[in-house]
């Protein structure tokens, strides 16, 4: 097996790359085609930026055709080189947001335009064709079956892990104040509008004068203006000398943010997989967490779990962590060992018994053909 490895820090590069670090003996095929190509969204179809992708695509196609071993896409969307590969591959789903844009009014992350289109037919394409798919929840599998066709057969469920050397409780914290935390971009999926309203109403309650909202991680794509919306909305809400805009934090530096805040919120909307929770989790950061997409099963009863549609009740959540010191401490032990058992061993583990069974069932005895 061969496995593709992306330049860039985003979560699915940081997985290819835990991936690659505990499984030595697979060889590596690293490129920045994800980087300088795959993840340019929202270009014109007819645009310089447009041919420049090509003529990486182009290029990245015809040096995976010159491996001889099955390979591994560790992001679903290298799967659309997928289609054009002799031999069989591996693709790793983390979800199928920008496939729920395809079909919807409100968009998750950005309404995709012509040129998304095509490239993502070819992404869900690639997919449906491939010899093994990882899903990286259940949720994720679900929809993958319910919306791609998958045969469930084909799909194998591989959670992914917490670097617990990096996350982990630690005596320190960013900030004097007491603070809530958020991390993560601030695409509409996110659903950060819903949490600066429930943000506001707490500041309004008189209850907690010096809290703060820290959001930590880069607006977004380039799709569109995401932190354009985001100030609009703290200004709406009245808080903006109360909330604190941190761009990418130093990974080494992160644990302190988790484990100094209050609590961490995540709101979403939708999440294939959800790493700030379980990220939270490992630092002894109480977590409430929205009820929608995979976050219930990754939290499981270590969080507090509340409908992403209702700011009063996102309010009252934390609320409640904030006010509650013995609730707050048993969410804080219960998110320890719950993240414990999130390890990126265990993923490696898994992955390498996905290898095994793509090279069964291509192996010269499965295929009929003699072994001398």
């Known amino acids: 097996m061969i496995l593709v490895t992306t330049s860039g820090n985003g979560s699915m590069d940081q997985y290819a790359s835990a991936l690659a670090e505990r499984l030595p003996e697979v060889r590596q095929l690293p490129t920045s085609v994800y980087e300088r190509s795959v993840r340019r969204f929202n270009q014109s179809l007819l645009s310089p930026g447009t041919l420049r992708s090509l003529y990486l695509d182009v290029a990245f196609v015809r040096e995976l055709r010159r491996q001889d071993e099955p390979i591994h896409f560790p992001n679903h969307h290298l799967a659309r080189y997928g289609r054009f590969l002799r031999r069989p591959y591996v693709v790793t789903v983390h979800d199928l947001i920008r496939y729920f844009d395809l079909r919807r009014r ?27 798919v990882i899903a990286v929840s259940r949720t994720t599998k679900a929809d993958l079956v319910e919306h791609l066709g998958v045969d469930e057969s084909r799909v194998h469920v591989v959670y992914e892990g917490v670097d ?31 949490l ?16 703060r909202l820290v959001k930590v991680g ?11 919306e985001t100030e609009r909305l703290v200004a709406q809400h009245g808080v903006s000398d109360s909330v604190i805009l941190v761009d ?6 992160l644990a302190a943010y988790y484990a100094g805040s209050e609590c961490t919120v995540m709101p979403s909307l939708y999440e294939g997989f959800g790493f700030p929770v379980l990220e939270a989790m490992a630092c002894a950061s109480p977590v409430v967490a929205s009820s929608g997409g995979s ?34 401490e048993e969410l804080r032990v219960r998110g320890v ?15 390498r018994r996905v290898y095994e069974t793509v090279a069964e069932a291509h192996s010269p005895a499965t295929l009929g053909v003699p072994l001398s």
């Open 218 to 228: 880069a607006a977004g794509g380039r799709e569109s203006d995401y932190r354009t």
């Open 295 to 328: 976050l219930p099963e990754i939290a499981g009863d270590a969080a507090v779990l509340v409908s992403p549609h209702g700011p009063e009740a996102i309010a009252g959540a934390i609320g409640r962590v904030l006010t509650d010191r013995d609730f707050r």
């Open 196 to 211: 600066i309203d429930a943000f506001a109403r707490l500041k309004r309650s008189g209850a907690h004068p010096d809290l």
């Open 248 to 253: 990418r934090v130093h990974p080494e530096a």
């Open 337 to 351: 060992q719950r993240a414990s058992g999130f390890t990126w061993e265990r993923t490696a583990y898994e992955t």
């Open 164 to 194: 617990h050397h990096q996350f982990r409780p630690v005596d320190a914290r960013p900030f004097e104040f007491p603070y809530l935390l958020f991390v993560g971009s601030e695409q509409p999926r996110k659903n950060l509008a819903a």
């Open 106 to 132: 409100k968009p998750l992350i950005h309404q995709p335009n012509l040129r998304d289109r095509l490239y993502l037919g070819l992404d869900y394409g690639g997919i449906r064709h491939a010899d093994a």
